[in-house]
């Protein structure tokens, strides 16, 4: 996997999959995220109509955003559609299931691969179970095979899953970088700086492994982050009802001003947004820490120290964030102060995503995932916090990640729109949004 690669070999497969997440890429990809979409607001109308539309009783919405974002991985990654919630046979759910096992035996093996990973590589040894990974290379491939299949026979059918871009970005690794294929705003460049193809860089090709294992990684780092994230949003603005009325009336400004809008322009346009996600992300970020190894000996200027070449570099993310030297009353849920006229803390003391050219690399989709999900989400419902179970975030593995056990939280519908002729307004905008006359009487 990339995240594991070093040196040239991390060069290359950074350089090769890049491509795959510029900004054009993403918009061909937001179709697949909205169809998970409506497969959620359908789960959750099921939910509050078995209380006749009234307050429903305490929904887990971990497991609810957990149905959304394993349904996002596989369709964006593989071009398939599933129901999470419902397919709990689905031989795809059932083994991406088993891939995030977090059982004593799971933890120990990931415990030794990344304590001593060339042990590790000498004995095989695996923190995923072999049925698992054998599941996915025959699926990868065959996926593979039927699209080969179709270029020989001259119907291709055009995708824009994770999978297809990745075999395009093979073929076409030095195309420019620029346009509707940038790979990231001008006031983030320096610190989510990306890998670009070089002269030198002469296979620009993945094998069959490299490339399942790409796609077996866009599943792990897909999954539970977005998961995780996506319901500690909804818990926070739960708990703070004024957000999530100053976030229902930007959404709606939004909705009313962009009514044709495509919907990937919410990714830029609803910046106090942003700032929830911002500040969701800084008191739980996906992970507590990050780690990075130099390839050589490198001195810290004005410390008088030496990094030695291989020696890890271990950054508590986690603590950083909640560090009062860094955020003034770090423990308090405050997005405003990450709205572009408040920041003032130094950009690399906020690191839920990393930094440098080793930042995660599906960043912006994740973002776009857990956005889209907020827009729709926030406009037809109101989320209430409830203390009958309170949040616990339960065992953090050895990777570092945070799993919250479960987010309660009460849900109702938002109160409908009466039909009149004094205005109008759009209940969804992108593809197949229809205008109809509206009011806000109730």
């Known amino acids: 996997m990339v995240i594991s690669a070093r040196d040239s070999e991390w060069r290359r497969l950074r350089s090769i999959m890049s491509p795959t997440f510029t900004t054009g890429k993403l918009k061909r990809m937001t179709p697949l995220i909205l169809e998970c979409m409506d497969t959620m607001n359908d789960n959750i109308d099921k939910i509050i109509a078995k209380n006749n539309g009234q307050l429903s009783a305490p929904v887990d919405m971990k497991r609810i955003a957990g149905a959304y974002a394993m349904e996002v991985v596989i369709q964006v990654a593989f071009g398939r559609k599933v129901s999470a919630l419902i397919e709990s046979n689905n031989p795809i759910i059932e083994n991406a299931r088993k891939m995030f096992s977090t059982s004593l035996f799971t933890l120990v093996k990931l415990l030794f691969v990344m304590l001593a990973p060339n042990v590790a590589k000498m004995l095989k040894i695996s923190p995923f179970d072999r049925k698992v990974t054998q599941f996915f290379r025959d699926f990868t491939l065959t996926l593979i095979d039927d699209r080969k299949r179709g270029l020989e026979t001259g119907s291709p059918v055009k995708r824009a899953d994770f999978l297809q871009l990745l075999l395009d970005s093979m073929k076409n690794n030095n195309q420019a970088i620029d346009g509707s294929d940038e790979y990231t705003d001008?006031?983030?460049?320096?610190?989510?700086?990306?890998i670009q193809a070089t002269d030198d860089m002469t296979d620009k090709s993945l094998t069959n492994d490299e490339l399942i294992s790409q796609c077996v990684l866009f599943l792990l780092a897909g999954y539970e982050s977005s998961a995780t994230t996506l319901s500690m949003c909804l818990y926070n603005i739960a708990k703070h009802p004024?957000?999530?009325?100053?976030?229902?009336?930007?959404?709606?400004k939004f909705k009313e001003q962009k009514s044709s809008a495509d919907p990937y322009e919410a990714f830029f346009a609803l910046k106090y947004m942003d700032a929830v996600i911002d500040e969701t992300l800084r008191l739980f970020p996906a992970a507590i820490f990050i780690e990075r190894a130099p390839n050589e000996d490198y001195q810290l200027k004005g410390t008088g120290i030496t990094i030695k070449k291989d020696h890890v570099v271990h950054i508590p993310t986690y603590a950083i964030h909640r560090d009062p030297d860094n955020f003034v009353d770090p423990e308090v849920f405050r997005p405003e102060r990450f709205l572009p006229e408040n920041i003032t803390h130094n950009p690399y003391t906020y690191?839920?995503?990393?930094?440098?050219?080793?930042?995660?690399?599906?960043?912006?989709?994740?973002?776009?995932?857990?956005?889209?999900?907020?827009?729709?989400?926030?406009?037809?419902?109101?989320?209430?916090?409830?203390?009958?179970?309170?949040?616990?975030?339960?065992?953090?593995?050895?990777?570092?990640?945070?799993?919250?056990?479960?987010?309660?939280?009460?849900?109702?519908?938002?109160?409908?729109?009466?039909?009149?002729?004094?205005?109008?307004?759009?209940?969804?905008?992108?593809?197949?949004?229809?205008?109809?006359?509206?009011?806000?009487?109730?």
Not at 186 to 194: F, H
Not at 242 to 252: A, F, K, N, R
């Open 242 to 252: 004024d957000v999530q009325q100053i976030l229902y009336d930007e959404i709606t």
């Open 351 to 442: 690191l839920p995503f990393g930094a440098g050219p080793r930042n995660c690399l599906g960043m912006r989709l994740a973002q776009l995932e857990i956005k889209l999900a907020l827009v729709y989400l926030v406009h037809r419902y109101v989320f209430h916090a409830t203390e009958v179970k309170p949040l616990e975030l339960g065992v953090v593995t050895a990777s570092g990640i945070i799993k919250p056990k479960s987010v309660d939280l009460r849900i109702s519908k938002r109160p409908p729109f009466y039909l009149t002729e004094t205005s109008t307004k759009v209940d969804q905008f992108g593809p197949g949004a229809k205008s109809i006359k509206l009011s806000t009487s109730t």
């Open 186 to 194: 001008s006031k983030s460049a320096e610190k989510y700086r990306e």
